[in-house]
């Protein structure tokens, strides 16, 4: 038996040995968190510690059906009772060999307001709680073996291993350096046996065995039951006006700005841009409100306030289908995917956006937008009419899986797959704008806890009247080409295989006012294919380019990205029309972003 996350509480589960699969899950609506399972000895039921929606930490007993749990099918049937019902926090239940017994730790101590825990003895027939162990320190983790009860305590400074019998009287059983956690009886012959822990030392936590030391110096023994003070204490929160109201308080949504970000860039003789980025979410991210302006300033200061752009987007997340709505108004110069693309233009609208998760990995995704837009294309190869006024309407309805574990550079592990339809309509002129198709696909498989390889496989089409323009180039997709302008078009292929492993997993330097430490180093072996076209450029070949990337995570969001290689393809080099320092074989690339 075992805790695991399941949905949005933690769930009992049941695995069968033999069968090696689950077979019984349970859950239960008034328990967020379940932790430290235990068996009773006649297999009939389970003990455990569960946090409720209260915010109590207690103990609960999961009666099982016949034939459930074990061996069964498990997760139809069971009653829950609850064994111990207080403001303190029991954890780490044991049942006794004789059933008789529920042995736990427990800060119902009068310590226990300043972190300590001891061990308590739960009487099951009778529901009577007494001490086990009593003074200001940590006993934690008991498990029954043969006639003694094995537990660590941090009561001599480290954590160690010490054992008391069913009347208190104990002793230390272990004297490890760097701590020992977590202990078990593992019987052997003669009524002898070992003990199970584990313990850290080089760095990393591992499992150990050991005969126990039974010192009788470390020897010790609980005080007569009536010596022993009554558990009393209490949280002094309770007693403040603000915090000891009874009656319930309505949720109040407040707003406060999660995240702020600006940027600005200047081209000399050209103009410069600005722009921002603002996140708003109330106290339990249910609401969320996203913010951004962006202005292009030409020749004159009146550009600047004439060519201002901006997004409003308000999204609902209070209930499992999570719905928003936006406002939008953009006006400048722009291009799509490639510098073939240039156009002019002034829209404003509205849109609004669905999202339903089927569970915690799939979810549809539908957004409806109109918009009244100006559009003049500067480059008319494409079009028949370059000058376009009218209102426009928009849908897209994309598909999401993703059950993705990241590390600090990105993903590891898991898969991701999202297949995204749109269709844009001129409602003025009675005509397809465009249309688009899109597939991405990426697959990862860990060989080790920090490496694994990585697959990526990209589709893309568009079509109608101005169809929308892709590029798969730079650091993020296919390495060695520009990022904008050149490796794009209205349809486009790209795969990416690589094996990601570590190089460092940090770096220490010494210097004479102190150490400076850098994060860690991850290395990848790469090789890239892909291919962009449009109706004009058919001709264009496949791309590609292999070699070594570094990443090393400087802190959330930013990863440093390091690419160097060979270009692959270089005979199509020219149909593509890429500059003169993307032509030549090898290629060193600095950016930033997380892996694929």
């Known amino acids: 038996a075992f ?5 949005e509480r933690d769930a009992l589960f ?7 699969k689950v077979v019984g899950r349970y859950q239960f609506p008034e328990l967020v968190s379940i932790l430290s399972p235990a068996w009773s000895p ?11 929606v209260s915010g109590y930490s207690d103990l609960y007993r999961l009666w099982l059906a016949d034939g459930e749990g074990r061996g069964g099918r498990g997760g139809r049937g069971g009653r829950l009772e609850r064994l111990t019902s207080d403001r303190y926090e029991d954890l780490d239940p044991t049942i006794s060999p004789d059933g008789a017994t529920v042995v736990f730790s427990s800060d119902r101590t009068p310590f226990g307001s300043g972190g300590a825990h001891n061990l308590f003895a739960l009487e099951l027939a009778t529901g009577a709680i007494r001490y086990l ?8 983790t008991p498990r ?8 660590t305590s941090d009561r001599d400074g480290t954590f160690q291993v010490y054992s008391i019998d069913a009347g208190g009287t104990g002793r230390r059983e272990t004297r490890s350096l760097n701590g020992a956690f977590d202990p078990d009886w593992v019987p052997g012959p003669q009524g002898g046996g070992d003990l199970l822990f584990g313990g850290f030392a080089d760095l990393s936590f591992s499992i150990y065995v050991a005969p126990p030391l039974h010192d009788a110096r470390s020897t010790f023994t609980l005080a007569a039951a009536d010596s022993l003070p009554v558990p009393a204490w209490t949280w002094g929160e309770l007693s403040h006006p603000q915090y000891a109201r009874a009656d319930g308080t309505p949720y109040e949504r407040k707003f406060s700005l999660d995240f702020a970000a600006g940027d600005a860039a200047v081209a000399p003789g050209l103009g410069s841009a600005q722009g921002a980025v603002f996140v708003f979410s109330d ?15 030409g020749a004159g200061f009146g550009t600047l306030l004439d060519n201002v752009s901006g997004t409003a987007f308000y999204l609902n997340q209070s209930r499992r289908i999570n719905w928003g709505v936006g406002a939008f108004r953009q006006r400048g110069l722009f291009y799509e995917g490639d510098f073939n693309s240039l156009f002019e233009e002034r829209s404003y609208g509205a849109f609004a956006q669905v999202r339903y998760p089927f569970n915690r990995f799939h979810r549809i995704v539908g957004e409806y937008r109109i918009e009244r837009s100006d559009r003049l294309d500067l480059t008319t190869d494409d079009v028949d009419e370059p000058h376009r006024v009218g209102w426009l309407v928009s849908n897209y309805l994309t598909y999401v899986k993703d059950n993705t574990l990241w590390l600090p550079t990105g993903p590891i592990d898991g898969e991701r797959y999202n297949l995204t339809g749109g269709l844009v309509n001129d409602l003025s002129h009675g005509r397809f704008a465009s249309w688009l198709l899109s597939a991405a696909a990426r697959k990862y498989a860990r060989t080790s806890l920090p490496s694994a390889p990585a697959l990526r496989v990209l589709g893309y089409t568009s079509g109608g009247e101005r169809p929308r323009r892709v590029s798969i180039g730079g650091s993020w997709a296919l390495r060695g080409y520009p990022q904008y302008g050149y490796v794009a078009g209205t349809r486009a292929w790209l795969v990416n295989v690589e094996y990601r492993f570590p190089i460092l997993d940090f770096l220490t330097i010494g210097f004479p006012f102190g150490a400076a430490r850098f994060p860690g180093v991850q290395g990848a072996l790469f090789l890239d294919y892909g291919r962009a076209w449009s109706t004009t450029t058919a001709d264009r070949g496949v791309l590609g380019a292999s070699g070594l990337g570094l990443r090393m995570p400087v802190g959330p969001p930013l990863v440093l990205r390091l690419d160097v290689g060979y270009r692959l393809g270089t005979t199509d080099l020219d149909r593509y029309g890429l500059p003169a320092n993307a032509r030549h074989r090898r290629f060193v690339d600095f950016f930033f972003g997380f892996n694929y």
């Open 3 to 7: 805790s695991s996350k399941y949905a």
């Open 14 to 20: 049941f695995w069968d040995l033999r069968k090696s």
């Open 42 to 52: 006649d297999g009939k039921s389970v003990v455990f510690s569960g946090l409720s």
């Open 133 to 140: 162990t009593y003074g200001n320190w940590r006993d934690e």
């Open 144 to 151: 029954w073996g043969g006639n003694r009860i094995y537990f």
């Open 283 to 297: 106290l339990l991210s249910d609401h969320l409100v996203y913010v951004s302006l962006s202005s292009f300033q």
